[in-house]
């Protein structure tokens, strides 16, 4: 299982679509937790277990592959990748770096 038992709670916010029309990763905290303008910087957040991508699929993959890199679990919106060779890039990234992947819809 993704979670193993334990129970997950939101603690950061990556606001990736206005990163990549602003390109100015600034957002102030608001108490409620750290908020990032660019999923290299969430990745690499080391009490982060799990990253939930939640974008346009034809922006899944610059998303989800800076998390799959250093071996953060991952949710994704259906579908993975905007084709068949994203989706197909992501998991064997996830395969090699051992971590669990889910695709889901909302709802």
């Known amino acids: ?14 606001n ?3 990163y990549i029309i602003n390109s100015t990763p600034k957002y102030e905290n608001t108490g409620e937790g750290a908020h990032y303008g660019d999923t290299s ?3 690499q957040d080391l009490d982060l277990d799990l990253i939930a991508v939640s974008v346009g699929s034809h922006l899944h993959f610059k998303a989800v592959t800076p998390a799959l890199k250093v071996g953060k679990n991952v949710f994704v919106e259906w579908p993975a990748g905007a084709n068949l060779k994203e ?16 695709v889901g819809l909302q709802g």
């Not at 193993?4 to 603690?11: D, F, P, Q, S, W």
């Open 41 to 43: 910087l969430i990745a």
């Open 87 to 102: 989706t197909e890039a992501l998991a064997a990234l996830a395969k090699v770096k051992g971590v669990r992947t889910l």
């Open 1 to 14: 299982h993704l979670c193993n038992g334990r129970i997950y709670t939101h603690e950061r916010l990556c």
């Open 16 to 18: 990736y679509l206005s």
